[in-house]
């Protein structure tokens, strides 16, 4: 079975540039997760998917990041403009239902690490 | 709003030795529990996780981690570690009342063991 994948792996911009990054999830899950893990942080939730709606986009900073879902597979997370504060890698998570329950399991993609200079 | 604490920022243990990772968390209803493990070069991946019933869990690896509802904790134990346990660990929380599958992570231990 292939995993959550994600690209690119690796981004270096300046800030006050945009920036995209681009999650496939495992075939047949129907949530999917962004998360942000700032060095020595565990990871925080920005948004979560369910097909194609959103469930949670509490923690998301609105004025400078979107994201989208639009067939319910594939997701993009977008910056702009970027700040150096979001230096940080950019998780990918997917779980085959809403990830509650003890069969559900959040399954994690390999990241993409930015650097905003 | 609700935390994850994990006590141990870096352990550095031989191998052999018994391994015990602290994790609290701050939330007085009904959680599900996790803990994560990330190896040198890999992606996060699933340790172990507690939903109800025995509050003893068994994990991959020879892991186990026990949930004490009175103490918020949900500490992470290997009786004997070895080299290949060198990596970071992260403990996880997500409230039954949150109603999504949100995951609030701890800070994360990373364990080296030395041969």
């Known amino acids: 079975e292939a995993g959550v994948a994600q690209s690119p792996r690796y981004k270096i911009i300046e800030k006050r540039q945009s920036v995209a990054f681009w999650c496939n999830p495992i075939?047949?899950?129907?949530?999917l997760y962004w998360y942000q893990q700032i060095l020595g942080q565990g990871p925080k939730l920005l948004i979560q998917?369910?097909?194609?709606?959103?469930?949670?986009d509490s923690q998301l900073p609105k004025d400078r990041f979107s994201a989208e879902r639009l067939k319910g597979v594939d997701s993009t997370l977008k910056i702009q403009p970027a700040k150096l504060e979001d230096s940080a890698v950019y998780l990918c998570a997917s779980s085959l239902g809403s990830g509650r329950t003890s069969t559900d399991t959040q399954y994690f993609g390999p990241g993409t690490r930015l650097t905003v200079l | 709003a609700q935390s994850v604490s994990q006590h141990n920022h870096h352990v550095i243990l031989s191998e052999a030795a018994s391994l015990e990772l602290g994790c609290n968390y701050s939330y007085g209803g009904t959680v599900n529990l996790f803990w994560y493990v990330q190896y040198p070069g890999q992606h996060l991946q699933l340790l172990l996780k507690y939903f109800s019933g025995d509050p003893l869990v068994k994990g991959i690896k020879g892991f186990e981690a026990e949930f004490i509802k009175s103490k918020f904790s949900f500490n992470l134990r290997k009786p004997s570690v070895q080299w290949s346990d060198t990596a970071e660990y992260f403990c996880?929380?997500?409230?039954?009342?949150?109603?999504?599958?949100?995951?609030?992570f701890g800070q994360g231990t990373t364990l080296q063991v030395k041969p």
């Open positions: 996880a929380v997500n409230s039954y009342s949150s109603n999504t599958g949100k995951l609030i």
């Open positions: 075939s047949g899950h129907a949530t």
């Open positions: 998917f369910q097909n194609n709606g959103v469930v949670d």
